[in-house]
């Protein structure tokens, strides 16, 4: 899919010798030849530059209750107009998103385009208070998400922001800058298994968190993943991390299922139970999900 129907510049990237460029977005710091794309498959380079041929391809619209994002200490009760995009600048095995994270060319066909003043129309139509930019990984369009959450500002829309936190500090404090409430995903506390399983980086996304705190309503949520995020210390890690920022952030914790690469049997519910303990002794506003197979 390489129609680029709106001309978009490419920001947070650095030329280099020899027709190169590196990609200053996010931590994989993709350095590319012509016709190369990075990690996330979303930037590539053309003749030189960075480019960004999916601006404004939008894989998902839809109309969710915001505890869906989840939130819920964040305008409870009410709906927000949800967008999503293509691709991610993880690999997770377990991917729950995968068919718009990581799509078969094939399923890219059912693409929307839509410039951010049409997405933002749309919402302000919807009746909705808030706009999403949410199922697949916002941040790696971050030109796209940006202007869109100028317009929804200037529309009166509040602004919402589902990530993996996998990002720079300086276009973090941008994209903040412009979001009301964002929900983080917390994938594990050990840094090899972000390295090595998710190809994420641990600090960086410890890093988003401290500077959303400081700019926008926070909430995370941490997947139960059998052999990823199974046992009550990483929990006590992960507690124990956002407990330094403020107890008061709500962490929520939630039932994976078998998806995409990864087939391993889910937890148990008193399984999940046991793992959670510590998070309800350090934070103030832990949220246990009860899986719909639960026993
Ligand atoms: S946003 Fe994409 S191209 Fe840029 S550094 Fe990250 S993975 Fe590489």
């Not at 969710?64 to 999503?84: Q, R």
Request: aromatic share 10%; net charge negative; charged share 15%.
């Amino acid at each position: 899919m390489t129609e680029e129907p709106f001309q978009a510049q490419a920001a947070y990237f650095a030329a280099l010798d020899d027709s190169r460029v590196q990609c200053l977005l996010c931590p994989h710091a993709c350095v590319l030849q012509p016709g190369q794309w990075g990690i996330c498959k979303a930037r590539t380079n053309k003749a030189g530059s960075l480019s960004i041929p999916l601006y404004g391809h939008i894989s998902s619209l839809a109309i969710d209750p915001v505890e869906k994002k989840p939130l819920l200490h964040f305008m409870p009760g009410s709906f927000t107009f949800s967008a999503g995009f293509w691709h991610c600048n993880l690999k997770c095995p377990f991917c729950q998103n995968w068919s718009i994270s990581h799509p078969k060319p094939v399923m890219m066909q059912k693409t929307v385009l839509l410039s951010p003043q049409a997405l933002v129309q749309k919402a302000f139509e919807s009746g909705c208070p808030s706009i999403s930019l949410t199922y697949s990984e916002p941040t790696i369009h971050i030109e796209y998400a940006l202007e869109t959450f100028k317009l929804a500002k200037a529309s009166h829309l509040a602004t919402i922001l589902v990530t993996n936190g996998s990002i720079c500090s300086s276009p973090a404090e941008a994209l903040l800058s412009l979001t009301d409430a964002v929900n983080v995903d917390f994938k594990t506390a050990s840094e090899e298994r972000y390295r090595t399983m998710l190809g994420g980086d641990l600090h960086a996304v410890q890093n988003f968190i401290q500077i959303a705190y400081e700019t926008s309503h926070v909430e995370i949520t941490s997947l139960l993943v059998p052999g990823i995020l199974d046992q009550p210390d990483e929990i006590k890690s992960i507690a124990e991390f956002l407990a330094s920022i403020s107890p008061q952030i709500p962490l929520h914790l939630t039932p994976y299922h078998p998806d995409y690469n990864y087939t391993k049997t889910p937890l148990r519910y008193q399984q999940m139970q046991e793992i959670a303990k510590p998070a309800f002794e350090l934070l103030e506003n832990v949220h246990l999900y009860r899986p719909w197979y639960a026993d």
